[in-house]
């Protein structure tokens, strides 16, 4: 069942034991100049002896250009062909309750009715899903690979939690056997959620960036990633030298940016972490490959934009800080965007850069309440893709994280449709990210990418559903609002990756 580089079940691995020690926060440190060594942080963890990680139990990985020439797979299908949140559901919603998706080489042939495609390729075998619902390959806009092994870690708000949890873990993967169970692992997890895209964050060791593009690349999934870029206010053993880490960036998008599917991201980590040097050679390297990403968070914390005041004296805000060094425009992902002043949103809107909007992780971590719909609406229209943000996200799952997203928008007297909902973690994300010709939905010409999903998935779903398929547009939004609101990983029936079957429960 499982292919070698993954059989890693012996390994001893460390577990973290996670100590309170207040006085040591994030901003102390910045303050008193502190320059840790890694013991001093290694030391306030406990060693736990010999705890194998659980490996998930997806499918054999496909060989690459193992593709049968032909697939078609038969069922319900919805897909969103425009933005729900600009144009009514009978415009943007597709739904084809017996459709035929017919596959070549990974890529989408035809998509319709099954009574329409019959006659032209009703005589090919054909898988058949009946009862279910398939939708394309859900995209998380962003998320740590090295934070899920300390996902859930409890009591603190973002500065103190990077201090106290996530640099630390992010140490381990200077070991390329751990960057690469822990890769593994996050990928698989992410296919058996049924994401089959993301924009992933490393760390700033360069083999954690090139073993979890190797990883993606024997998935076949599409990934963009790149060397995490820090600089100053970290742990010693988690600051790089910016020139060195540049260049070491060249390298990686030289190798691995367009290679197969896999994209590169130009990855400061936030402002805080990165030298006006180190964000002033990321601008400069953007310049030299205009195509690839930038990647980074902002205005996620009230503390955090404060830090950055105080690092950034000359900056009229936050944004401006990205600004002033070339980062912000067509392809630029930043993560959070929760207090952006009315300046930053217009000219934020301006770019073409896109937000990475992580409810539950802004839940998790108490930052605030992203404005989902100012942000959406007249006259900004920024382009949003939904994202886990694992580990300050508590779920791989985009289904608990649009759920998350509902929530929000209720305590805001908002309301997001289920449709609007889907859109963000399908086609909304991947016109955000430019990729709507390979992505988002059915379209003849894209990557076969899509989950099915059930949505009777437990007994209580099953009540709550109890007739499938949907008969109407209205009864559809129903089940898949449930389907959002009571589904998760067990509601995933069956994941695949350019056209080939990757995990089935
Ligand atoms: N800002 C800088 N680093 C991080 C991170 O790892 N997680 C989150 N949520 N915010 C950050
Ligand atoms: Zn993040």
């Not at 992410?190 to 954690?208: C, H, W, Y």
Request: charged letters at 15%; hydrophobic letters at 40%.
């Amino acid at each position: 069942m499982f292919s070698p580089s993954r059989v890693t079940v012996n390994r001893c691995v460390r577990l973290t034991f996670f100590i309170s020690i207040p006085e040591f926060t994030f901003f102390h440190r910045y303050l008193m100049n502190w320059r840790g060594h890694p013991n001093d942080m290694l030391s306030h963890s406990a060693l736990v002896h010999c705890q194998p990680i659980p490996n998930p139990t997806p499918l054999p990985m496909p060989e690459l250009n193992s593709h049968s020439p032909i697939t078609l797979i038969r069922g319900t299908f919805l897909d969103l062909v425009a933005d729900p949140f600009q144009e009514p559901i009978a415009h943007s919603v597709r739904y084809i309750p017996d459709g035929l998706l017919v596959i070549e080489n990974g890529i989408i042939q035809a998509f319709g009715h099954y009574t329409d495609l019959n006659s032209t390729y009703g005589h090919l075998p054909i898988t058949t899903y009946s009862g279910q619902l398939i939708v394309p390959g859900l995209i998380d806009a962003h998320i740590h690979y090295p934070q899920s092994e300390m996902i859930a870690a409890y009591g603190e708000q973002l500065l103190e939690w990077l201090e106290k949890y996530t640099f630390p873990t992010e140490a381990k993967f200077q070991n390329p056997d751990h960057a690469r169970q822990i890769a593994a692992f996050c990928l698989d997890e992410l296919l058996r959620n049924g994401t089959t895209t993301a924009v992933i964050l490393p760390t700033i060791f360069p083999e954690s960036v090139q073993i979890l593009f190797e990883e993606a690349e024997r998935r076949r999934m599409r990934v963009i990633a790149g060397q995490v870029l820090m600089s100053r206010n970290a742990p010693s053993y988690l600051v790089n030298d910016a020139p060195t880490a540049l260049a070491e960036t060249r390298e990686q998008i030289q190798h691995w940016h367009g290679r197969g599917r896999s994209l590169y991201a130009i990855t400061p980590r936030f402002a805080a972490t990165s030298t006006e040097e180190e964000l002033k050679l990321a601008g400069q390297l953007r310049v030299e490959f205009p195509q690839v990403y930038i990647h980074t968070h902002l205005s996620e914390n009230r503390k955090e934009l404060a830090l950055i005041r105080e690092l950034f004296p000359h900056a009229t805000d936050y944004l401006h800080v990205y600004e002033h060094h070339g980062l912000v425009g067509n392809r630029s992902i930043f993560a959070h965007c929760i207090h952006l002043s009315d300046s930053e949103l217009q000219r934020f809107a301006q770019s073409g850069a896109m937000i990475a909007y992580c409810p539950l992780s802004n839940l998790f971590l108490g930052s605030g309440l992203f404005k989902l719909h100012q942000a959406k609406s007249q006259p900004f229209h920024i382009p949003i893709g939904l994202a886990t943000d694992v580990g300050g996200g508590t779920s791989f799952s985009l289904l608990k994280t649009m759920a998350a997203a509902y929530t929000i928008a209720q305590l805001q007297e908002q309301t997001i449709s289920p449709f609007q909902m889907m859109y963000l973690a399908t086609l909304g994300s991947a016109k955000a990210l430019g990729l709507q010709e390979q992505l988002g939905n059915f379209q003849p010409g894209k990557e076969a990418d899509f989950v099915v999903f059930d949505t009777q998935a437990t007994p209580l779903m099953k009540l709550r559903n109890p007739h499938v398929p949907a008969q109407s547009l209205d009864e559809l939004s129903s089940q898949l609002f449930a389907l959002i609101i009571l589904g998760d990983d067990r509601a995933v029936a069956a994941t695949y990756v350019n056209g080939s079957l990757i995990y089935q429960q």
